[in-house]
């Protein structure tokens, strides 16, 4: 039985216009894409306010704080996953890659221990019809970490594994060139004494110069064998873009600089960077400010990173700021495009990612509220989860 919605009196924002216009939905897809109101009784009136294509999100790690809601309290991970996903389709997003990092960065963590667990619960809950958005896996793959190389060939052999990222936070260099800013940032966040944190640094270090350029190598070769999106991880120098493409990663984490995201842009790589950076108007870690690639056209792709809200918010912010041209060019539709259709290519997810006919009907409905997107609802293949 074929069943059908009308969306209409809506603020379509598409590929390339804003306009308003009706979208009719039928057995999960997008089948009409027009300017003005229906006037048929059965017409959902959206009252004027944005209808958008659904996010995606390619880098969250929004499900550890779920799993780990205090030092040392372990959540039961299915309540877990479904909390994590709750706040992920609150947030418009519809298609959401949950990173899982292998190899842990925290001298006192136990993030290895839980990537079986996390991974169970994900797969279960997603093959249960329990989540609302659709979930995918990214590995997150830490270089300096004796075990990552052999824990990663375990983990990539599941299908929901879809995006693998390679990265070294080890002091000295990308995202850390400066070790007073290492040491800020970890003894901070993980309440390392000056003792702890000197010995921590000389550990990491001695494990980038044995493990990082052949684990590098090695995940990548595998990953592109199996035809999974690779990224590279804060890269900060022409050179690392050069090494990143060379091994043909095709999506460029969080680059450090802008002659690094100038690289990236020059070998085809598109550049991904934190929609908290937007927001928040800066980089935590000093490194280059997202607003400044956007305004340089070197920004391609909004993450949420570590606060699933901050997705659709960056994207209205940077449109408003593109009312000004002196601050970039990015329109709404542009804007847009960063959270669902240009992520959705860089996936390869060819289904998704904007309000086209043909298209999965995966969408949000927003009000602009003094200058803050507030969602209202979220479908996902049609079917309302939000």
């Known amino acids: 039985m074929l069943t059908e919605q009308i969306l209409s009196n809506a603020q379509l924002v598409t590929a390339d216009r804003v306009f308003n216009g009706t979208v009719v939905l039928r057995n999960g897809l997008i089948v009409e894409v027009d300017e003005g109101i229906s006037r048929l009784p059965q017409a959902h009136d959206l009252q004027g306010d944005y209808l958008l294509p659904g996010l995606i999100e390619l880098h969250t790690d929004n499900l550890e704080k779920h799993m780990t809601p205090r030092p040392g309290v372990d959540w039961p991970s299915t309540s877990a996953v479904l909390s994590h996903d709750a706040q992920i389709v609150a947030a418009g997003i519809t298609t959401v890659f949950d990173a899982l990092s292998i190899g842990d960065v925290n001298p006192k963590g136990n993030r290895m221990q839980k990537l079986p667990a996390m991974l169970d619960a994900i797969a279960t809950a997603n093959a249960a019809g329990l989540t609302r958005a659709e979930h995918r896996l990214h590995l997150r793959c830490e270089l300096c970490h004796p075990d990552t190389l052999s824990v990663f060939r375990d983990l990539v052999e599941n299908p929901l594994v879809q995006l693998v990222s390679v990265m070294d936070h080890s002091p000295g260099q990308r995202q850390f060139a400066l070790e007073s800013k290492y040491r800020e940032y970890y003894m901070g966040k993980y309440h390392l004494t000056t003792v702890e944190m000197d010995a921590f640094i000389v550990t990491q270090m001695a494990n980038s110069r044995e493990f990082s350029s052949r684990y590098r190598r090695a995940i990548v070769e595998d990953c592109l064998a199996r035809g999974l999106s690779v990224a590279s991880h804060d890269d900060a120098t022409l050179a690392h873009v050069e090494e990143s493409a060379s091994y043909g990663m095709t999506i460029a984490e969080f680059p450090t600089t802008l002659e690094a995201a100038r690289g990236c842009h020059r070998l085809g790589m598109g550049v991904l960077m934190g929609a908290p950076n937007i927001v928040r108007g800066g980089s935590h870690s000093g490194n280059v400010a997202a607003a400044d690639l956007a305004k340089e056209g070197l920004l ?87």
């Open 300 to 386: 391609d792709i909004l993450s949420s990173d570590y606060y699933p809200a901050s997705l659709l918010q960056a994207a209205f912010m940077l449109a408003a700021q593109n009312e000004d041209k002196r601050h970039n060019d990015c329109d709404l539709p542009r804007a847009v495009g960063m959270v669902s259709r240009a992520p959705a290519q860089a996936a390869g997810l060819n289904d998704r990612g904007e309000i086209r006919v043909g298209l999965r009907a995966d969408l949000v409905h927003a009000r602009h509220q003094d200058g803050l997107p507030v969602i209202q609802q979220v479908w996902r293949q049609a079917k309302r989860v939000f």
